[in-house]
């Protein structure tokens, strides 16, 4: 990919990625809560009916169901969620709107038809995916690596953002150690994570962190799709 477009869309996530934490932490000390991510923000929406919040002179509207604006002097954002965890993917258009809102130099760029021809090479290059009408950045060989998940266990202990449940070993938990060959090694520089700790009679053997984005789609599917949300619908039921 071009290298000014390559920091255009990347430096347009990371300012996304800024505004949820600046509209997180805003949040969390006007309500006096602990939101942390982004599936416990859409909660939170969901129940007080939200899509207006100002916070240190930025204005955040949300639209549509699964859009942001952004507004303050000098500044002006304007995204969608993306998959999973990801707090934004890149849609051309919007990036192109963003640079014009935002007087960017880079004019060429305004037309977000010009960008999307970026990210259709980007995808045909193997650079991007397309996914839910947005594209994403792939990982690098480089980047990946392979966990050493222990052999010998007989229980998973999956810990963090509030919950802790203890699962006995079983099929699914050794398909998803199969399935999770190529993870990103930035899972190790986030912060709201699971950790996963293998235990053999009664000792830790292994952990590591966890999160719907670092991790391969299909032990994604397993993990996040399959074991956390039963156990998340067997405690809404039990409570």
Same mark, same amino acid.
């Given at each position: ?16 990625? /800024? ?11 006007? @309500?006096?809560?602990?939101?942390? &991510? ?27 169901? /699964? ?48 960008? #999307? ?25 480089? @980047?990946?690596? #392979? ?20 699962? #006995?070993?079983?099929?699914? &938990?050794? /398909? ?40 391969? @789609?299909?032990?994604? /599917? ?18």
């Amino acid at each position: 990919m071009d290298n000014i477009v390559d920091k255009v869309f990347r430096n347009y996530i990371s300012d996304v990625e /800024r505004a949820c934490s600046i509209l997180l932490n805003g949040i969390n000390d006007q @309500e006096k809560l602990n939101i942390k &991510t982004k599936y416990q923000l859409f909660e939170y929406l969901i129940k007080t009916r939200k899509d207006r919040f100002v916070i240190n002179g930025m204005t955040f509207q949300f639209h549509g169901g /699964r859009g942001c604006f952004l507004f303050s002097e000098g500044l002006f954002l304007s995204w969608d969620f993306g998959y999973r965890s990801r707090w934004c993917g890149i849609d051309p258009y919007k990036v192109g709107m963003t640079l014009k809102e935002n007087n960017s130099p880079l004019s060429h760029f305004y037309d977000g038809t010009i960008l #999307k021809s970026y990210c259709d090479q980007a995808v045909d290059n193997g650079e991007m995916i397309y996914k839910y009408n947005m594209y994403y950045f792939t990982v690098p060989d480089d @980047e990946l690596f #392979k966990p050493n998940f222990p052999k010998d266990y007989n229980t998973l202990i999956i810990e963090g953002l509030g919950e802790k449940w203890t699962i #006995k070993r079983n099929s699914e &938990t050794d /398909r998803f150690i199969r399935k999770s060959n190529k993870v990103h090694n930035e899972i190790f520089n986030k912060n709201n994570v699971y950790i996963l700790h293998f235990f053999s009679d009664g000792k830790e053997v292994y952990s590591i962190p966890y999160d719907d984005v670092c991790y391969p @789609e299909n032990a994604v /599917r397993i993990l996040t799709d399959n074991i956390i949300s039963n156990l998340k619908k067997s405690k809404s039921v039990s409570d």
